[in-house]
């Protein structure tokens, strides 16, 4: 399963080159919309009604999936509408079941946790280890603008770190949470211990089809998109990830200073240029043959100079 990123500022054409890399490849492939705003669908142009986290056909060889975090009772609210502990769990299913112990965490002893940040990104672990098992051949993700993939990074660090902390020496934890609420101590104790390594080991496999991922820069020919490229280029090198290349994106169709082009041409990738279209916000018997088109030329990125 070979797996593409695309990075950059806000606006400046990560969706559009996802989709449309999604659009041009053989094989099974799979676009993650990590992004939310269900942009990956307006982009498409799609009329279908997508169901979130469900993996979705889109045509012939395509499938997308719209992640949002789940919306769930808290262990608070969930003991104060009189619900049933396992009535609690049953909100979590498969990696959703990593969700409890830092909720837990975050209620009952103040742990900072953002809790619907980590909720989407357990729901990314699930996703990518369905397609791993539905045997997909390219997954395509579409990432938050600037910081997102840094935040997904810690989250998985921290929630390995805390998983293993509470199986290795969660002892005096479970005690003390074990004299309030008994029936909760219990099932971490119990179920919960069990799971955390299948856990953990789908987010280190996640991580890592992450950091293995073909990175691919996003900017407009201006200066301020340019720079921002520098600053998550370096962050994927930081983690070890791969950058293939620059996707410049004239979308504003106003000027394609060569001087900013220069600025490109040093950083020694592979980079193409796409021109403005004012085609592309058309309905999808017309785009298709752009994203198509548009897709074609960001995969010369990858065949050898
Ligand atoms: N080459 C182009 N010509 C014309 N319009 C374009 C072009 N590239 C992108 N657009 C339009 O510009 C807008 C921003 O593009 P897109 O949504 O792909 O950017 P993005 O980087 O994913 O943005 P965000 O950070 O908000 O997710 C969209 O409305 C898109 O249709
Ligand atoms: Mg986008």
């Known amino acids: 399963m070979e797996t593409t990123i695309f990075c950059g500022k806000g606006g400046v054409g990560k969706t559009l080159s996802a989709v449309s890399l999604a659009s041009s490849l053989q094989g099974k492939v799979g676009i993650i919309d990590y992004d939310g705003g269900h ?14 986290n469900v993996v979705q056909p889109i045509r012939e060889n395509l499938y997308a999936v719209v992640i949002e975090s789940p919306v769930y009772k808290n262990i608070t609210e969930a003991k104060e509408a009189g ?34 940040t980590l909720q989407k990104f357990a ?10 098992q ?12 600037t910081a997102g993939l840094e935040r997904l990074l810690s ?27 008994p029936d909760i101590a219990g099932y971490l104790k119990g179920d919960y211990i069990k799971n955390i390594d299948s856990y953990t080991s789908d987010i280190e496999s996640a991580v890592q089809i992450i950091k293995n991922a073909r990175y691919i820069l996003v900017c407009t ?42 600025v ?37 990125i990858f065949e050898p100079a």
């Open 83 to 116: 619900w049933k502990l396992n009535e609690y769990l049953e909100q979590f299913i498969g990696n959703l079941g990593i969700i409890p112990y830092a909720d837990m965490l975050h209620e009952f002893f103040g742990v900072p946790t953002d809790i619907p």
């Open 264 to 300: 490109i041409e040093e950083q020694r990738l592979p980079f193409v240029c796409l021109k403005r279209n004012q085609e592309i916000h058309n309905r999808l018997e017309v785009l298709h043959p752009i994203l198509l088109q548009t897709g074609k030329e960001i995969s010369k």
């Open 39 to 52: 942009s990956v669908k307006n982009t498409l142009g799609m009329e279908i009604e997508i169901i979130p």
């Open 134 to 145: 539905q045997d997909f051949d390219h997954i395509i993700i579409d990432v938050e603008p």
């Open 155 to 181: 989250n998985a660090n921290s929630t390995v770190r805390s998983l293993r902390n509470l199986k290795n020496k969660g002892t005096v934890f479970l005690t003390l949470l074990g004299a309030k609420w």
């Open 221 to 262: 020919p201006e200066r301020g998109p340019i720079n921002q490229t520098f600053e998550v280029r370096a962050i994927i090198e930081a983690f070890g990830g791969k950058i293939y290349g620059y996707v410049v994106n004239n979308l504003r169709g106003e000027y394609h200073e060569r001087q900013n082009i220069r």
């Open 123 to 132: 729901v990314l672990v699930q996703t990518l280890a369905v397609m791993q």
